[in-house]
């Protein structure tokens, strides 16, 4: 259970993002520099209880590994942040969504078992959940776009490998030293698309670094860390499903942050991906449950 609830609190540490980010926007600081303090300050957040560790030095093979997992961790942010440059939010949230079924679908065809029929029943109630509080049926799906699409869709796919290869590479490798190696990748990712200037030019301190340390706590340092311990022992499909967390989480900081509208059909949804979620563990606790109870006729 304890390792659920990493994956999950993971995930809401997610969804406080996006308000995060909208607040930042709203003060005129643009995207690159949004997003390369957070990946910067990430960097040195995670590196921090690292150093008590280093004595457990990884081979040169494991450090690239890990240094590559972090990737996508960057990318995913990039590609969704390009998405809301062409697409709503509520149809850019939606397709970042799809990673729910990926994750399944990749943990299937790698290890060639198929999902339980609840999986399966969890991810339709996921489904559901995200097109009602994405605000799609409220809000329309607004201007199409192929670019928009293309983003967003992408952003899911890197998010998905993410989930996967988090639990995955190297995880011999103590925790910590995990976290910070793919914090170090995901910086030179972003690093090498939007060159870090906001060291230099002033801004970090004229208001900006508030914003970049929450997004380096919410957005790499917790989440990181919670699926390097939690993955492991969930497997990518449980936590791709526990990973829906996020939308609740987004919509419930809109709300009580920004002030944002919700409509009940949003909340409607909240409530139905919060089901989506707990389905599947409450199935396995009855029939646990069942199974350690002796028949009456025994």
């Avoid at 209880?49 to 996508?72: D, H, I, T």
């Avoid at 987004?250 to 919060?274: R, T």
């Amino acid at each position: 259970m304890r390792y659920l609830l990493l994956v999950f609190l993971g995930a809401c540490s997610y969804g406080i993002l996006s308000t995060i980010v909208k607040l930042a926007y709203g003060q005129g600081y643009s995207p690159g520099e949004v997003v390369g303090g957070q990946m910067f300050f990430g960097f040195l957040l995670t590196w921090l209880p690292a150093l008590f560790v280093l004595r457990q030095r990884p081979s040169l093979k494991r450090m690239l590994l890990l240094l590559a997992v972090g990737l996508p961790v960057g990318s995913t942010g990039l590609l969704y942040y390009n998405s809301l440059q062409h697409i709503p939010a509520s149809i850019a949230i939606v397709l970042l969504f799809q990673f729910t079924w990926m994750s399944v679908l990749l943990e299937t065809l790698l290890t060639r078992k198929r999902p339980a029929a609840i999986t399966l029943y969890s991810l339709i109630l996921l489904f559901a959940g995200t097109i009602l509080a994405g605000g799609i049926l409220d809000k329309g799906i607004g201007n199409f776009s192929f670019a928009g699409i293309a983003f967003g869709l992408s952003s899911a796919v890197s998010y998905t490998l993410f989930i996967f290869f988090s639990g995955k590479a190297a995880p011999e490798v103590n925790s910590w030293l995990r976290t910070s190696l793919m914090s170090t990748g995901s910086m030179l990712l972003v690093f090498l698309i939007y060159p870090p200037s906001f060291l230099v030019s002033g801004v970090l301190w004229d208001g900006l670094f508030g914003y970049v340390f929450l997004l380096a706590a919410f957005g790499v340092f917790v989440p990181t860390v919670c699926f390097n311990f939690g993955v492991p022992h969930t497997g990518p499909g449980m936590a791709g499903i526990l990973g829906a967390a996020e939308l609740p989480m987004a919509v419930f900081s809109s709300y009580i942050i920004l002030q944002e509208s919700v409509s009940l059909l949003q909340w409607l949804g909240v409530i139905i991906i919060l089901l989506g979620i707990i389905l599947p563990e409450w199935v396995r606790f009855r029939g646990t449950k069942t199974t350690k109870t002796p028949s009456p006729l025994s």
